[in-house]
């Protein structure tokens, strides 16, 4: 549960922490968000999280509320009031509030920043990945630039809720050419029959994600071979092993695409090494 949560300067109790009315985060999404998993906590990969916040920042001309080290020192102060071991720690910019007007306001609206910690016992995932997530498939509707990590999560939402109302946890995105781009909150990725790694290269179709960074790091260490490059649901279809990575499910095997078993219906090996292998890659930091 989160308990404290920080608003603008002041850590406010959950029920009573807010934002202005007019926030541009709340009524044109015009905000950016990271989401850092806790371990221990500690923070996991916390350097690769920062810097695409500040790129998020940046690539939308967001003004950073305050220098990392500030950042870095409410995370903890987060983390330490809700009493956080294992789970989250959220973080959101957004350009601010001011009477409602698409034109981005001058200097003097400065940003708005939440951030907010919540218990998530790693043994819940872990459960999960002893059987493997179920994955439907939908097409990709949302904008171009979906290497910047924005609020605008609309349709993630109405994705994640068409998987879930055919019984899967994640929908994948398809574009127009039949490839996979990502999942609505994780990156995709597949294993051929010769045992090699398959992820789609970055680019504006994909949020370069963290733990999909990662990942690479210990695919490399294990003596894996990664190829970036697209894939076409046909192809996930036909793949060995299938799996998902993000923050909060590191690499989650997927068992199932659109109520087709994946290699043999069971999380694969080389997901597994990987899941297992990531926290001892990762960048453990206290905070
Ligand atoms: N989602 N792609 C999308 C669209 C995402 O929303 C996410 C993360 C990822 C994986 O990124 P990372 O490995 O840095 O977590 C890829 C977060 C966890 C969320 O929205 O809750």
């Not at 029959?193 to 994600?209: M, N, S």
């Amino acid at each position: 549960m989160t308990r404290i949560v920080y608003v603008n300067g002041a850590y406010k109790r959950y029920g009573e922490a807010a934002i202005h009315v007019e926030d541009r985060g709340f009524q044109f999404a015009d905000a950016v968000y990271e989401v850092i998993e806790v371990l221990g906590g500690r923070l996991v990969d916390a350097t690769r999280h920062l810097a695409r916040l500040e790129r998020s920042l940046r690539e939308l001309a967001i003004s950073p509320p305050m220098r990392e080290s500030a950042l870095l020192h409410i995370i903890g102060e987060v983390i330490r009031r809700n009493r956080v071991r294992d789970g989250i720690v959220y973080m959101q910019v957004t350009r601010g509030a001011g009477p409602r007007e698409f034109a981005l306001p001058g200097p003097d609206v400065l940003p708005t920043l939440v951030v907010f910690a919540r218990t998530q016992p790693r043994g819940r995932a872990d459960r999960l990945a002893e059987t493997g997530i179920v994955v439907k498939t939908v097409p990709d509707n949302r904008w171009e630039r979906c290497n910047i990590k924005t609020v605008m999560l609309l349709p993630a939402v109405l994705a994640k809720d068409a998987a879930r109302r055919a019984g899967a946890r994640e929908a994948w995105f398809v574009d127009s050419s039949g490839t996979i781009t990502e999942g609505a909150s994780s990156n995709a990725w597949i294993v051929t029959a010769k045992g090699v790694l398959v992820t789609r290269p970055l680019g504006q179709e994909i949020l370069p994600g963290v733990t999909r960074a990662t990942v690479m790091d210990v695919a490399k260490a294990e003596g894996l071979r990664v190829e970036e490059r697209a894939f076409t649901r046909d192809e996930a279809l036909r793949a060995t092993e299938a799996f998902i990575t993000s923050a909060t499910n590191i690499a989650m095997p997927v068992v199932t695409i659109d109520g087709q078993g994946i290699g043999n219906g069971l999380p694969g090996p080389l997901t597994r090494r990987l899941r297992s292998r990531f926290h001892q890659m990762a960048e453990i930091s206290a905070v």
